[in-house]
């Protein structure tokens, strides 16, 4: 017994030095974002006692990737509450897995607030698109979030634009996410494009607009692609830029 | 002819040890534990055939990597767990320290054995995941390359720099080394315990105890160290189990790595030092206790 006390007292003595390295390491595990989900009251309420036992015991992603996967079932049976408080589980548990959260809009803002405008069971077309642009804000919500929670993945800074282009019309604010999302490490080429193609929507913003596609077309072959010519010729004849600037007609397409 | 003189400290004896304990494991077909992985694997992939192949190769990761997690300390409690109480049930342990073994030679030659077998399971299970995901992420790749073919350079390859993005990465590897690292140390915890244990039941479930709490210990430690209001019976329990137990909720980074984040390698070397530093600890602490318990 004393030795078994003893042996006690040594892992005490050890627990006392292993502390401030433990701490130390948490601590940097928080900066790197690795493991620094908190899990508080706010995430048992959200995912119930035995998903927060479970995440506990270092079974957070399995679980939500159960729930991803339940999710996926209620969508197919267009139950889109179900499919709201699971998706808001998933990303309560899964905050920096980007992907989580990207399916969580595109199921409220696309197929959630389809379903709701489309909707035959509630005759007054008022509540319908009422009930269309509350999901369109839910599916911002979880974009917005996303980013905060992943501010250097491009992926959810391209669907917020195109929220804003789809859903809202709102084509400066689409070009400011798009924008946003070629300057994250690792976005792909033509979110620079994209972005000066909404601000050539936007109303007043054509100068700039103009800029920013002559900068592509000037920048390489690749970028004069049908989408920017047409763009660009288009804001030529708004800002009636002189003959000898502008760019060449494209070639007639051989037979 | 004089005998050679009796040496302290044996490598080949504890080795002689070592693979007696991974023969025994062996034949108590603990092994099977990787034919329900394989179950899995293929299961899971099941349910994948309705998703994007980012879905996809998210789910693979995270359930193959979880499962290993778990299966690998499942197999680190319920392998050691039995060890002494089965030599002592079998009398092999009197027949082993009858001779000129020491005590500490018969336990490191036992935790060697279990680590040895864990680290087999574990290299075959993360064969067999890598080889899964290799080959999904080569049909995607040729699947993505198909199907852009008349599409621009540019958009092929940021089409295929995305499917190689979700795909395998070098991070998954620092992973399931921090789950070998967890599944050590829950093996030289669970022969301390079995040290002083009288059936492997007890061990077992006062490891399953460790293991929910062990992923507290960092709540606890951090209310203990923070909360000055907490009164000081509440903060007196929760020193107690910041200093004895380990912290568990350090050596959980596969979920990180699956999402896309990457571990720094000073980050991964002090983790595995502290993992390290548990084993030995624990191993120490271990022989101590088994040097006095009568057999």
């Known amino acids: 017994m004393s030795r078994i006390l003893f042996a006690l007292a040594i892992i005490l003595v050890f627990g006392g030095l292993k502390l401030p390295l433990e701490r130390a390491l948490a601590l940097q595990h928080r900066q790197a974002h690795v493991g620094d989900v908190e899990l508080n009251l706010d995430l048992r309420e959200k995912i119930g006692q035995l998903g927060f036992v479970a995440a506990l015991s270092g079974f957070r992603a399995m679980l939500a990737d159960f729930l991803f996967v339940q999710a996926h079932v209620a969508w197919e049976r267009t139950e889109w509450g179900r499919v709201l408080f699971l998706f808001r589980q998933v990303t309560a548990l899964q905050p920096h897995v980007p992907l989580f959260w990207d399916a969580a809009a595109w199921q409220m803002a696309w197929n959630a607030s389809a379903a709701a405008i489309n909707d035959r069971s509630q005759p007054r077309q008022a509540l319908r698109v009422k009930a269309q642009r509350e999901y369109f804000a839910l599916g911002k919500d979880f974009l917005e979030r996303g980013i905060k929670n992943n501010p250097r993945n491009p992926k959810l800074y391209e669907s ?96 | ?138 049909a995607v790749l040729n699947e ?64 399953v105890f460790v293991y929910f709490i062990g992923h507290l210990q960092a709540t606890a430690r951090e209310y203990w160290l923070e909360q000055q209001s907490a009164g000081w019976l509440a903060r007196g329990f929760l020193a107690l189990v910041a200093l004895i137990f380990p912290d568990l909720q350090t050596f959980n980074v596969i979920d990180e790595i699956v999402a896309g984040a990457v571990i720094p390698l000073a980050i991964f070397t002090k983790t595995a030092l502290l993992g390290v530093f548990y084993v030995v600890i624990y191993t120490l602490a271990a022989t101590f206790v088994f040097n006095g318990k009568e057999l």
Request: one cysteine or more; charged letters at 20%; glycine letters at 4%.
């Open chain 1, 160 to 255: 917020l634009a195109r929220l804003y282009r789809e859903k809202y019309n709102d084509h400066a604010r689409a070009s400011e996410f798009y924008r946003k999302a070629a300057d994250q490490p690792g976005a792909p080429g033509y979110d620079r494009r994209f972005s000066a193609y909404e601000l050539s929507y936007c109303e007043g913003w054509e100068p700039q607009a103009y800029i920013q596609l002559r900068r592509l077309y000037d920048e390489s072959e690749r970028e004069r692609l049908p989408t920017l010519i047409t763009r660009l010729k288009f804001l030529e004849n708004k800002l009636n830029i002189p003959q000898g600037q502008r760019i060449p007609d494209p070639e007639p397409k051989k037979r």
């Open chain 2, 1 to 138: 002819m004089n005998p050679a003189p009796h040496r302290v400290f044996s490598p080949a004896r504890i080795f002689a040890i070592t693979t007696n304990t991974l023969t025994e494991l062996t034949r108590q077909k603990v092994f099977c534990v990787l034919l329900i992985f394989g179950l899995v694997l293929i299961g899971s992939s099941v349910f994948m055939a309705r998703f994007t192949f980012q879905q996809e190769f998210q789910i693979l990761k995270d359930v193959s990597l979880g499962a290993m997690s778990i299966f690998s300390s499942l197999m680190a409690v319920v392998a050691t767990a039995r060890l002494i109480p089965q030599d002592i049930e079998d009398r092999t342990v009197y027949t082993i320290l009858a001779k000129p073994v020491p005590r500490f030679e018969y336990l490191l030659g036992k935790l060697f054995g279990v680590l040895l077998l864990l680290a087999i399971s574990i290299a075959v299970m993360a064969v067999l995941f890598v080889a899964v995901l290799y080959f999904r992420e080569q």
């Open chain 2, 144 to 207: 993505t390359a198909r199907e852009l073919s008349r599409a621009p350079e540019e958009q092929l390859n940021d089409a295929l720099n995305a499917v190689h993005a979700a795909g395998l990465n070098i991070d998954i590897f620092a992973g399931v080394a921090v789950i070998f690292l967890k599944a050590s140390l829950l093996a030289a915890l669970t022969l301390l315990v079995s040290t002083f244990a009288t059936t492997n039941i007890f061990t077992v479930v006062v490891m």
